[in-house]
C-alpha cells in the first residue's frame, strides 16, 4: 500500500470537512457493515477546486512505473468513475467503466468501453471498506479478458481491504488510511475523543 502522509494529509482533511464528506452518526456501509461515521466523497466534484485537489492527490499515488504498465483505467460504480473519468484523460489513458448490473438491452455489457484481451487495467474507487466493490470490478474485466494488479483510491478504512484485495492478486495503493485521518482530525480539534474513539473501533487492519 502506498501512504502518502505528509502535508497533503492536512489538506485532505480540510476537503473532508469544508465540503461535509465525514458525518457521524449510524450508517449501513456496501458491505452491510453498521458505521459511526460515513466518508462520502461523491460530494466533492460539485466543489471544482477541492475536485482538483484531490485529482492531484489521486495523481501523487500513481506513480510513473504504474502508468508504463496499464493500458487503461476503470472507475468502479459509482463514485469512482467520476473520479477515472478525470485522471484517465490527465493521463492520457482510455476509461472504462464497470456496471453494477448487466444491460439488458442492446449490446448486455459490463465493461462499458474498449477493453482487449490482455489490457492491463487500473481500477479505480474513492473509498475502500472491505474491497467487496472493487473484487467485483476486477473479476468483471478478468471475465472480459483484462488484466487486474493494481487498484488505486483515496481512502482505505481499514477494515480488511487490503488483505482481501491480496487474496485476489490484486495491490491496493491508497492515498491514505482511516488512521491518519482520524488522528489529524483529532489534532486539529475538529473531533473528540469520543468520534475518534468510535472511528478507530472500526479498524481492524
Request: glycine share 8%; hydrophobic share 45%.
Amino acid at each position: 500500500m502506498v501512504l502518502l502522509v505528509s502535508k497533503g494529509l492536512g489538506e485532505f482533511c480540510n476537503i473532508l470537512l469544508r465540503t461535509g464528506s465525514l458525518e457521524f452518526g449510524t450508517f449501513k456501509l456496501a458491505s452491510g457493515v453498521l458505521s459511526p461515521y460515513y466518508v462520502d466523497l461523491r460530494l466533492i466534484p460539485s466543489y471544482p477546486e477541492a475536485f482538483q485537489l484531490t485529482i492531484d492527490m489521486y495523481r501523487s499515488v500513481i506513480e510513473p512505473d504504474l502508468v508504463k504498465r496499464v493500458q487503461r483505467l476503470a472507475g468502479v460504480p459509482t463514485a469512482g468513475i467520476a473520479y477515472a473519468a478525470v485522471i484517465a484523460l490527465n493521463l492520457g489513458k482510455p476509461l472504462l467503466y464497470v456496471r453494477k448490473e448487466q444491460k439488458e438491452h442492446g449490446r448486455e455489457k459490463r465493461v462499458e468501453g474498449l477493453l482487449q484481451p490482455g489490457d492491463k487495467v487500473l481500477v479505480l474507487d474513492d473509498v475502500v471498506t472491505s474491497g467487496k466493490s472493487i473484487l467485483a470490478a476486477a473479476e468483471t474485466i478478468r471475465a472480459e479478458g483484462g488484466i487486474v494488479d493494481d487498484a488505486v483510491v483515496l481512502l482505505d478504512r481499514q477494515q480488511g481491504a487490503e488483505e482481501n484485495l491480496r487474496r485476489k492478486q490484486v495491490k491496493l495503493h491508497a492515498f491514505t488510511t482511516m488512521r491518519h485521518i482520524a488522528d489529524k482530525l483529532l489534532k486539529l480539534g475538529t473531533i473528540d475523543e469520543r468520534q475518534h474513539k468510535a472511528i478507530l473501533g472500526q479498524i481492524i487492519a
